[in-house]
Nanobody
Framework: QVQLVESGGGLVQAGGSLTLSCAVSGSLFSFNAMGWYRQAPGKQRELVATITSGSITNYADSVKGRFTISRDYAKTTVYLQMNSLKDEDTAVYYC?????????WGQGTQVTVSS
């Protein structure tokens, strides 16, 4: 059973930075894509950033230039570096892993940005 465990969330002032980590139980090579999604109170879950097995990255327009997704195959961990954080980045952030016939989600980590 694949497990995704996020960490690194917390409270940060606007303009600050945080790095989220997603520890994966299994080789990252077994997934077609990895990504980060977020869900703010009263809103639907939305894509933040993804990275494919071919290293193609995709970002939501709202985070382009501020967030960076990366991965470490040896540590089986996916990261989300978040800079220049804004109030509207406040949400629960979820790690996602995709295979051909399955999707996996972490439990989420809260990010709160205060102004």
């Amino acid at each position: 059973q694949v497990q995704l465990v996020e960490s690194g969330g917390g409270l940060v002032q606007a303009g600050g930075s945080l790095t989220l980590s997603c520890a994966v139980s299994g080789s990252l090579f077994s997934f077609n894509a990895m990504g980060w999604y977020r869900q703010a109170p009263g809103k639907q879950r939305e894509l933040v950033a993804t990275i494919t097995s071919g290293s193609i990255t995709n970002y939501a327009d709202s985070v382009k230039g501020r967030f960076t997704i990366s991965r470490d195959y040896a540590k089986t961990t996916v990261y989300l570096q978040m800079n220049s954080l804004k109030d509207e980045d406040t949400a629960v952030y979820y790690c996602h892993a995709q295979r051909v016939r399955a999707n996996y989600w972490g439990q989420g980590t809260q990010v709160t940005v205060s102004s």
